[in-house]
């Protein structure tokens, strides 16, 4: 199998805060520009962060800018995401993915260009 498999999510109070992880299956981590996606019901997929495999740059959706940090540890061969100062609109299953060439991170990546999509964790954020 090739894929993430996504854990962590849960439900949580505003202002609250989470730790998902990507367990990656089949590839190396640190191959790859690797993104966070999540997806509302009845919203399309979008990006959420996006980490660079060259040089380590992190790119983040301004929606959650200064909240969200995107992090990898090789070592496990695991994706984080840590969100903090969560809000309502943040509610959505969250996805890890990958980028194969010749694609990469950026501030907008599309959810096209990425592969080895997992099942996804749910996060669920209301008083």
């Known amino acids: 199998q090739v894929q993430f498999v996504e854990s962590g999510g849960g439900s949580v109070q505003p202002g609250g805060s989470l730790r998902l992880s990507c367990a990656a299956r089949?590839?190396?981590?640190?191959?790859?520009?690797i993104g966070w996606f999540r997806q509302a019901p009845g919203k399309e997929r979008e990006g959420v962060s996006c980490i660079s495999r060259s040089d380590g740059t992190a790119y983040y959706a301004n929606s959650v800018k200064g909240r969200f940090t995107i992090g990898r540890d090789y070592a496990k061969n695991t994706m984080y995401l840590e969100m903090d100062s969560l809000k309502p609109e943040d509610t959505a299953v969250y996805y890890c993915?990958?980028?194969?060439?010749?694609?990469?991170?950026?501030?907008?990546?599309?959810?096209?260009?990425?592969?080895?999509w997992g099942q996804g964790t749910p996060v669920t954020v209301s008083s």
């Open positions: 089949g590839f190396a981590v640190l191959q790859y520009d």
């Open positions: 993915a990958r980028a194969p060439a010749p694609y990469s991170c950026s501030e907008h990546p599309f959810p096209r260009d990425f592969r080895s």
